[in-house]
């Protein structure tokens, strides 16, 4: 099984600021994934983040507004760029499978854009 | 591309009941994974159930248990014996498991389960 960390937990930024979300897991994987969840909605994937390539984006997301970084099989970094009050959400991220085919989800770091 | 949809946003279930969470998917994928995730208000994402489509027997984890129909393409989740705890949001979620798209999820709307005692 894979333990997933987040930093920050949550955070309050100001709009056109750009904030960097770190996501550590406690072995490697192959994959990690990045999760938008909105007020009240569903989780949305925005990319699928693999080491030594490029992340690959969902429709809807860019690269200049959420650029990804993946150093290594632990390690993933997403930024939220430019900030808008609608980038305000829960940003989760996942990735490793368990013995009961489950995936891990990070604690999740809770975005408020004012 | 795959679909999830969850056509219950609230139910109500009385403590000690039994509550049935629907979920329908659609995907033209052979090989593809059913998950049911809790998310309590604190927001953490709590491994529920699995099922592959491959699987014969309808999946069972505790009080947890999925009716897993192929055909229809559902896979509702059962939780018996309901307690105070249970109240939270349950997401179905849908994970590719062929291809390129391996281990992408994609989710439902969610159903918000409210337990009284």
Known sequence: ?????????????????????????DSQVTMMFWYRQQPGQSLTLIATANQGSEATYESGFVI???PISRPNLTFSTLTVSNMSPEDSSI????????PYNEQFFGPGTRLTVL | AQKITQTQPGMFVQEKEAVTLDCTYDTSDQSYGLFWYKQPSSGEMIFLIY????????ATEGRYSLNFQKARKSANL??????????AMYFCAMREEEGTSYGKLTFGQGTILTVHP
């Open chain 1, 91 to 98: 940003y989760l991220c996942s990735g490793g499978q368990g």
């Open chain 2, 78 to 87: 059962v939780i018996s014996a309901s307690q105070l705890g249970d109240s």
């Open chain 2, 51 to 58: 099922q592959g489509s491959y699987d014969e027997q309808n």
């Open chain 1, 64 to 66: 200049d507004k959420f």
């Open chain 1, 1 to 25: 099984s894979a333990v997933i960390s987040q930093k920050p937990s949550r955070d309050i930024c100001q709009r056109g600021t750009s904030l960097t979300i770190q996501c550590q897991v």
